[in-house]
């Protein structure tokens, strides 16, 4: 048997060589986003990128089913859209609102965005004081029985008498760790300059340098009367305080590590949360640094960090005389007069 | 150097840029430099481009992994045909074949090179030649090339094996290479030399037998010939075009102890099996690799195999292709003999040899600057066939020390450096997904992989039939292939070449031999 013959292999060769002149430009453009559009000319097209934690979700863009997502594979990237325009994505599940989005969609650009899907039915769970009677001692005339506490109560209930906030935020050169308790400090609640602002006994402040990013710095300055600012928290060095009635969002990390959240054509340094009636309290949703949870008068909601377009806004519990607290960065309980709550999501 | 044979130059048997001095040493430094410094160049491009250029960075990585399927699709091309034609010269009646052919005059000295091997691993090898149909009683000289350095354990072993099969063959000499010779680095090269020269001081002149009428083979000594390797041989030669500017090239398969090694070293030895299948489609690329062979007059002219360097094995090849102004070529003869695999009493320990004989084998690249050296002084050689020559050589060592990492560990770079504003980008969504899908498709070869190593493996020991799985994980082992192709290729390759970039030269590494007392015999058959 002859070995291969120098024709066969040339004309392989021929036909490789070719297929990767003409296939290698193919996908690099392909990849950029280029399509083919009337007439064989090439189009730009923009994409958006859903991320989820949810599976067996349903994914839609302009009424159009795009796919169901699976187990491991949770995350949907959609591309081909036609850019410079507003697209509208929808995801459904059974059981779970359905959450919406208008999105604007830039050529050889992927828009991101993260669905906010509670559960239509939220199960809460009711926190009792006690955990019933045990017989404490035994007469042959009375039978004495005393309460057993639940210590789950108690710990709850400790937790919402206290009025300490603490937060910290990590940065590359910086590490900012502030305790006070807003009863004695109303708004005065943070200086890293102004000592005679600074009641020592209350706030540890450590840090390496004096650097603190313009706007921590700046908030006092800028916002004129702080008294009514309190409630500053930080996730994830997304920053985060109460305002007149509204939450406002910035981001405390690196420009370059901003979130999508805070870009469309342009990036904004601020977001503001507000709704028709005003926000009382606020805390992040557990595992998300762009979800909010509020609390107005008779509501608690779940509310995305998220302006560019109507944010979506699920309820999670409704009531009088409210009051929430997420412990461990993790739980929410809900307190309804003197009954506590855990939400159960 | 314009009339002056070359093998008689004082550049001949130059290893390395230490060997000369002014500017023929800065040249050839400078040679010995540049491997590593495309293949490192290529690397801290592609990070370099992934941080500051990162579009750049991903339209090369696409057009990359384009070019690795196709070159998969034009590798498994070769592959498969070769196969078929190992296949059809297994099966061949290689007597038959020779039937119209005179060859009594014609003598096979195969010269098994030993270190410190077990007497079973040199037994196995001579009892395989006795076994091979071939006149060996009267036209095979078989030489034991032990070292002095072994101590007297080797020639003890090589006088046992002589006494027992001396009279299989014509003649059994037995050598014994003295240690430390100026000039000479301990290895397979200086002891081969040694006793190719002892063959024709105490055997060939004194028998009158011309230089012409001699095949040698140089074999490693744990070779095992198949039955009709030397009819084939015999072949080839005497059908040649042209044989004392040939040498001839057989595929070696790592066979012999492939049941009892660990799944990566099974891996590795088969995919450098497979490598040289391809090879022997594509003769202008292939030089001569482990077990070859090539007439004594032609290695007498020359001096024989080079005795200062590592890869004796390909250097024969460069040194007869300078010799003969371009005119010496590898005949394949798509023949196999079979060989061990790496396999130690540890895992770690094969993983290790298995890493140290790849990195010896990478060491070839120290023909780079001795090929390009050497064309810059040979003025009678092409310089079209100059060029193509050092493309070849240059690309292939290039590619296998770069490609994988380039595939496997940078194709996602540009999304981890690239920065925010590449992140956002359609380009940095599907640049993973198109890596994965054409890197999917490449890994389809691997089936075809999977079926030709099935086909090339000896029958399963007895002592292991209960053991069904093994043969699933036979064809299991492939999923392996990215990682071995980095580990055991692409890493080995840096380092071989990152030492010659910076003078440190290695010296020769004998491979363990071991194998596992399954009781059964080695020889292999085909599937």
Known sequence: ?345 | MENEDYSKSPYFHVAHARDLKGKDKFIFRLLEIFPGLLSWGTILAIIFLSAYKPIWAAYFIIAFDLYWLLKTAHLSFHHRYNWKRLKHNIALDWKDMTKALKYEHLYHMVILPYYDEGQSVVEESVKSLSQTQYDTKKNMIVILATEARAGKEAEEIAKRVKEKYKNSFKEILITVHPADLPGEMAGKGSNIAWAAERSRVEVLDPNNIDYKNVLVSAFDVDTIAWPQYFLCLTWHFLTAEDPYNSSFQPVPIYSNNIWDAPSFSRVAAMTSTFWQMIQQERPEKLTTFSSHAVSFQALYEIGYWQKNMVSEDSRIFWNLFLAKNGNHKVIPISYPVSMDANLDTTTFKTARNVYKQHRRWMWGVENIPYILFGFIKNKKISLVKKIRYSLVQIEGFWSLATNPIVILLLGWLPLVLGGSAFRETVLSYNLPLITRNLMTLAMAGLILSAIIAASLVPPMPENMKKRKRKWFIMFLQWILVPFTIVIFGAIPGLEAQTRLMFGKYMGFWVTPKHREESGEDLKTEIQ
């Open chain 1, 1 to 345: 048997m002859q070995p291969l013959s120098r024709t066969k292999r040339i004309s392989m060769l021929v036909v490789l060589v070719t297929l990767f002149l003409i296939g290698a430009p193919g996908l690099v453009l392909y990849s950029t986003g280029y399509r083919f559009g009337d007439a064989f000319s090439l189009v730009k097209t923009g994409g958006i990128f859903i991320h989820s934690s949810l599976s067996g979700t349903e994914v839609f863009i302009d009424d159009e089913f795009i796919e169901n997502n699976g187990v491991i594979l949770r995350n949907t990237l959609i591309q081909d859209l036609k850019p410079n325009i507003v697209h509208k994505v929808f995801v459904a599940k059974k059981g779970y609102h359905t959450w919406v989005k208008e999105l604007f969609v830039f050529p050889n650009l992927v828009t991101e965005a993260s669905i906010l899907m509670l559960p239509t039915e939220i199960e809460t769970r009711k926190i009792n004081p006690s955990l019933g009677t045990i017989a404490s001692s035994i007469s042959t005339t009375t039978a004495n029985a005393s309460i057993l506490e639940n210590p789950e109560y108690k710990i709850v209930e400790e937790e919402f008498a206290s009025t300490v906030q603490q937060f910290e935020i990590e940065l590359s050169t910086t590490t900012l760790n502030a305790k006070y308790d807003v009863d004695d400090l109303p708004g005065r609640f943070i200086s890293a300059t102004t000592s005679s602002l600074v009641r020592p006994k209350e706030i540890t402040i450590k840090y390496a340098t004096t650097t603190f990013p313009e706007f921590i710095l700046d908030l006092e300055t800028e916002v004129g009367d702080i008294t009514e600012k309190i409630e500053l928290k930080e996730k994830q060095k997304m920053l985060t305080w109460l305002e007149g009635g509204d939450v406002h969002v910035r981001w405390a990390g690196e420009e370059e590590t901003i979130p999508f959240i805070f870009c469309v054509d342009e990036c904004v340094s601020e977001i503001v949360v507000s709704l028709d009636t005003n926000i009382e309290k606020y805390d992040f949703l557990p595992g998300r640094n762009d979800v909010l949870i509020v609390q107005t008068l008779n509501d608690i909601f779940a509310i995305e960090i998220d302006n560019r377009s109507e944010p979506n806004i699920q309820p999670i519990f409704q009531g009088n005389d409210l009051d929430f607290k997420v412990l461990n960065n993790n739980d929410i309980f809900v307190k309804e007069g003197d009954v506590f709550y855990e939400i159960l999501l």
